[in-house]
């Protein structure tokens, strides 16, 4: 009596609905798990190192220039290229980079100098093609980057227009 009512085709129809309410189920559960990944706000932007020189140079720059700190690459140049490919590629290779302290004109925020900290990071290989991609910017951009004892980078922007 069951087999009569138990056709193929019930059967099939059965297990399909059967098959999506475990994959909703699934989908349901797995949406509402706690997350594998926590996000939380970081006690200082600065290393304490980056701290320490942060409260020299703001000493030394007595107000006449503002400090910015932690400024991406691609906030400070322009990508520009009728190649849309090569533009990307450009762009990518600066967008999720950044310079440690960027001193700009107090009123129009035009960059003067531009600080970046070597530490024992800057040993490692990334790290030496980053500032390698770094140096290739400021010198295509029209930049200076005069070298100090201390090792560290330091940009400096030409003026090239009066405003």
């Not at 399909?16 to 939380?40: D, H, Q």
Request: glycine share 6%; net charge positive; with cysteine.
């Amino acid at each position: 009596m069951i087999s009569e009512f138990l056709s193929p085709t019930i059967l099939w129809i059965g297990g399909c609905f059967l098959g999506c309410l475990f994959v909703i189920g699934l989908w349901i559960s797995w949406r509402s798990a706690e997350p594998r990944v926590y996000v939380s706000v970081v006690e200082s932007v600065l290393t304490p190192a980056e701290q320490l020189f942060y409260r020299n140079l703001d000493l030394a720059v007595a107000g006449r220039l503002q400090i910015l700190c932690k400024v991406r690459l691609a906030d400070l140049f322009q990508v520009a290229s009728k190649d849309t490919k090569e533009r990307h590629r450009l762009f990518r290779k600066i967008a999720a980079k950044h310079i440690d302290f960027l001193l700009v004109e107090p009123g129009k925020l035009q960059p003067v100098i531009a600080i970046e900290l070597d530490d024992a990071s800057h040993n490692r290989a990334d790290r030496k093609q980053r500032d390698s991609i770094l140096g290739r910017a400021v010198w295509n951009c029209g930049l200076s980057s005069p070298s100090g004892e201390s090792g560290g980078i330091v940009l400096t922007a030409t003026n090239s227009s009066s405003n």
